[in-house]
């Protein structure tokens, strides 16, 4: 019996002293957002964009704008950039309500250790809006896509 309790403080003591380990040493991150939100509202803009032919070709002149700006080029440079492009494809798609399944990380996974600022964010969302001007896609559809790549930027901005 005695065994039995001393056996039990010594489990919890251990279970405690991890539990604070852990905390101390890595502080709860937030959670991460949803990397695709579907949003059925924005079926007619996905039709705007061009439906999923439109996207590719806009990702790829989106990745041309990151490799030209040489605040975002550095990120992009070593990166597997065809692999990006297919994921971006599909992410934005999944927004929009197109017929496409996002399989790639959260955005939290995606960018961690990439140390990417506001300004960096900031010019990534411009490249973003010259490749979208050049496709011709109307400034309130640029907007309701932009509306959603927004607030990634909490999981995005890392430094
Ligand atoms: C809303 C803004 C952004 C979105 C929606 C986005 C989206 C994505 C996606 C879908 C991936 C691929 C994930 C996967 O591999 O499964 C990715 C990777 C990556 N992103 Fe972003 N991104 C954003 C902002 C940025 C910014 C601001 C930078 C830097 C200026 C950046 C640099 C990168 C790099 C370098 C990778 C590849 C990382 C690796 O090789 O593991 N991203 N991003």
Do not use: W
């Amino acid at each position: 019996m005695k065994t039995a309790r001393t056996l039990r403080t010594l489990i919890l003591g251990l279970a405690l002293t991890l539990t604070a380990g852990a905390a101390l040493a890595a502080p709860p991150m937030a959670a991460a957002l949803n990397p695709a939100p579907r949003d059925p509202a924005l079926a007619p803009v996905f039709k705007q964009f061009g439906e999923k032919p439109g996207l590719v070709s806009l990702v790829n002149d989106f990745m041309d704008n990151l490799m030209a700006d040489p605040v975002t080029r550095p990120f992009f440079a070593n990166a597997n950039r065809d692999h990006i492009k297919k994921e971006l494809v599909d992410q934005f798609c999944v927004i929009l309500d197109g017929p496409c399944t996002y399989t790639g990380l959260n955005m939290q996974q995606a960018h961690q250790g990439l140390n990417i600022t506001e300004a960096d964010f900031n010019a990534l969302v411009v490249d973003l809006q010259k490749a979208m001007d050049k496709h011709g896609i109307p400034f309130t559809a640029q907007n309701q896509l932009l509306a959603k790549l927004a607030p990634m930027h909490r999981d995005v901005d890392t430094k």
